[in-house]
């Protein structure tokens, strides 16, 4: 089956500083890749997804870009907020099937 | 209105009891699942169903047996529960199998196992 991995583990940023989270995988057909914020408690909410026939997705803050031939995408946060700070999961999915990175845990700093 | 709604959200149980968990989505989907969170915050998905049929059980133990009344319900019944058992388990649906669509999640139900 499709295998994600998500890095780092866990990033610290100051406000306003920008957040990188990248992931990769290793099922070529993998066609959709969402990104799931989870704050403490909550259930995971979509924030932001791309189709593997679009290489950039931006909304306000917050991009997404996906390199099909190396089979890694990345989730860029701008001018981070305090509100930022939650769990944020990539997730590769082929044939309908959901397959999850296993978390970075966001804090941003005032 | 919820889209997606388990219950119950809490569940405190002692080893080698059953107990089940109801999951309905109001979305008109096709597609649910059913995912375990560990402490670690992991996200695995067990079980797929499209159109009432199991599509994937991801090397689930026997204890835990899935049900899909119809197309709006999944419910995961537990056998026999363990320690090891203790998590939140998440319900989740989207539009349709192979659709490249977003999954909506429930609020999560938090077993206990004690």
């Known amino acids: 089956g499709e295998n994600v991995e998500q890095h780092p583990s866990t990033l610290s940023v100051q406000e306003g500083d920008s957040a990188v989270i990248k992931c990769t995988y290793s099922?070529?057909?993998?066609?959709?890749f969402p990104w799931y914020k989870q704050e403490l408690g909550k259930r995971p909410q979509l924030i932001i997804d791309?189709?593997?026939?679009?290489g950039e997705k931006k909304d306000q803050r917050i991009a997404v870009t996906l390199n099909k031939t190396a089979k890694h995408f990345s989730l860029h946060i701008t001018e981070t907020q305090p509100e930022d700070s939650a769990v944020y999961f990539c997730?590769?999915?082929?044939?309908?099937?959901?397959?999850f990175g296993t978390g970075t845990s966001l804090t941003v700093i005032p | 209105d919820t889209a997606v709604s388990q219950t119950p959200k809490y569940l405190v149980t002692q080893m080698g009891n059953d107990k089940s968990i109801k999951c309905e989505q109001n979305l008109g989907h096709d597609t649910m699942y059913w995912y375990k969170q560990d402490s670690k915050k992991f996200l695995k998905i067990m079980f797929s169903y499209n159109n009432k049929e199991l599509i994937i059980n991801e090397t689930v133990p026997n204890r835990f047996s899935p049900k899909s009344p119809d197309k709006a319900h999944l419910n995961l019944h537990i056998n026999s529960l363990e320690l090891g058992d203790s998590a939140v388990y998440f319900c989740a649906s989207s539009q349709g199998w192979d659709r490249g669509t977003e999954a909506f999640f429930g609020q999560g139900t938090r077993l206990t196992v004690v």
């Open positions: 791309i189709r593997s026939n679009v």
């Open positions: 997730a590769a999915s082929i044939g309908g099937q959901f397959y």
């Open positions: 099922d070529s057909a993998s066609n959709y």
